[in-house]
T-cell receptor
Framework: AQSVTQLGSHVSVSEGALVLLRCNYS??????LFWYVQYPNQGLQLLLK??????LVKGINGFEAEFKKSETSFHLTKPSAHMSDAAEYFC???????????FGKGTMLLVSP | DTGVSQNPRHKITKRGQNVTFRCDPI?????LYWYRQTLGQGPEFLTY????????KSRLLSDRFSAERPKGSFSTLEIQRTEQGDSAMYLC????????????FGPGTRLTVT
């Protein structure tokens, strides 16, 4: 069985500060890893994904994430937060022979001026 | 590409009533998924289709829930004899076949059971 743990249900940063959202996964097979963002009253939008190859993955809106197999982690970062980044972020995992996603509980990112 | 659409966006119903939701996927996507999201939680998988075949159902999908995807196009999710615990956001997503392909999500249908 797969699982995802997102540390911190809420993360607060100042505008311009580094954003770091943590995700650890559990999977018995090599995983595919995803980060989605959800704005209020909207569906989930894909930020980035890791399937194979380069472990540092760049996504939309300046976000990136690094797959670290030894740490079973896939943390999301952005060098400089914008007010528009305030939203809920979900990490998800699927395995290579499967297609359903297992999501973490989400981290709400709050950005203050 | 108009994206994944879901109707209705909001549904309020009384306990014991039946409700049906519709999802229209991206036209070239052969996989369609249903998830349920409750407050403070991430989406939880309910079921998925490849074309018209329902390939997997979660334990969360009790016998009061049924999903169909006739002709491999749109899908419906029906909940019979609704309970207050069914109140949630029901999300639909679609993708190409294969786990490496991202799922594109619709805006969801928010169900409130009173």
């Amino acid at each position: 069985a797969q699982s995802v743990t997102q540390l911190g249900s809420h993360v607060s940063v100042s505008e311009g500060a580094l954003v770091l959202l943590r995700c650890n996964y559990s999977s018995s097979v090599p995983p595919y890893l995803f980060w989605y963002v959800q704005y209020p009253n909207q569906g989930l939008q894909l930020l980035l994904k890791y399937t194979t190859g380069a472990t540092l993955v760049k996504g939309i809106n300046g976000f990136e994430a690094e797959f670290k197999k030894s740490e079973t982690s896939f943390h999301l970062t952005k060098p400089s937060a914008h007010m528009s980044d305030a939203a809920e972020y979900f990490c998800a995992v699927s395995d290579q022979g499967y297609s359903t996603l297992t999501f973490g509980k989400g981290t709400m990112l709050l950005v203050s001026p | 590409d108009t994206g994944v659409s879901q109707n209705p966006r909001h549904k309020i119903t009384k306990r014991g009533q039946n409700v049906t939701f519709r999802c229209d996927p991206i036209s070239e996507h052969n996989r369609l998924y249903w998830y349920r999201q409750t407050l403070g939680q991430g989406p939880e998988f309910l079921t998925y289709f490849q074309n018209e075949a329902q390939l997997e159902k979660s334990r969360l999908l009790s016998d009061r829930f049924s999903a169909e995807r006739p002709k491999g196009s749109f899908s419906t999710l029906e909940i019979q004899r609704t309970e207050q615990g069914d109140s949630a956001m029901y999300l639909c997503a679609s993708s190409l076949a294969g786990g490496m392909h991202e799922q594109y999500f619709g805006p969801g249908t928010r169900l409130t059971v009173t």
